[in-house]
C-alpha cells in the first residue's frame, strides 16, 4: 500500500497535482529547483527538498517535468533519484510527463534492475483539470503496479487508461497531443475570426460542439475564454506552452520518422508551430479576456 509519494516538478501543471495528493492525505515530498515554489507546501505541511536524490524513500515517486532532459536529469542524474534509492525494494516511479519511448527504456534499463517499478502515466487535460483533479491519465507497465498506484492516480485524475505494456502509454499520448496541438491553434484562430465577423464566442462554440467543427476547445463553451486564459497568464508562461507543444509535435514527428506510412499534415503541423509567435499570443489573449 502506498503511504508516501515525492512528486517531483512543481511547475504549472506538477503543482496542482502535488496539492491535490497532498488533499488525499498522503504523506508528500515536493521537490523543484524553485524554492519559491517549494514555501507554499512547506506551509500547508509537505516535505520540501530541492535534490531528487532524496525522494528515493517515497513508496511512490511522480515525475511531471517538462522535457525528456529534465526527466532524465532528475532521474539518472548525478543527484538523481537512482542515486537515493536505498537497500530494499525499490518504489514505483511513474513518470507524467511526455517524453519518447526512448528516454523510457533509459529509465528502465537503469532502474528494473534495482527493484524499481517503472510506469508510463502521461497526463492530458491542461492546467484547470490538474487543479480540479479531473485530469485523464494514460497508463501502461505491469498490471500490478498500475494497480497500485491507482488510489494516487485517482487524487489527480478521473478518466484513467491502461494503453498496455511499456511505452504504449507514451505513444498514446503522443497521438493525442497531435489532435491537441492543433485544436489549440486552430480552433484559436477560427474563433478570432467568429467575433470579428459578428458572432458570441460561446454562441459559436455551443454550434461547432454539435456539428463538424467540434473540438476540445468546444467541449466547453461557457469555458472556452477561461481555457485559453489560463495559457497566457503572461508572455513568460505564453513561451513556455509554446516551447512544450513544439517539443510534443517533435515527438510526433519522430514517431512517424519510424512508421511506413506519409504523414504531410504532421509534417506542416511541426512548421506552423515552428513559426507561431506574437499574433497567437494577441489571438488568445484577445479570447482569454475575461
Known sequence: MIRSVALIGAGAMGAPMARRILHAGFELTVCDRNRTALASFAQAGANVTTSPSECGGADMIVVVVATAAQMLDVVLGERGIGSGLGSAQGPLL?????????????????????????LDAPVSGGVIRAQQGSLTIMTSGEAVDIDAARPVFETMGNRLFTCGGPGAAMTMKIVNNILGVANAVIAGEAYRLAEENGLDLVDTARVLDVSTGRNFMSANPEGVRAAYASMVPDREAFASLLSIMRKDIGLAADLTSGSPGAYPAIAGLMSIVGSIGDETFATWTRLGDL
Open 94 to 118: 511513474a513518470i507524467m510527463s511526455t517524453v519518447s519511448n526512448d528516454a523510457m527504456q533509459q529509465v528502465r534499463r537503469a532502474l528494473v534492475p534495482k527493484g524499481v517499478r517503472v
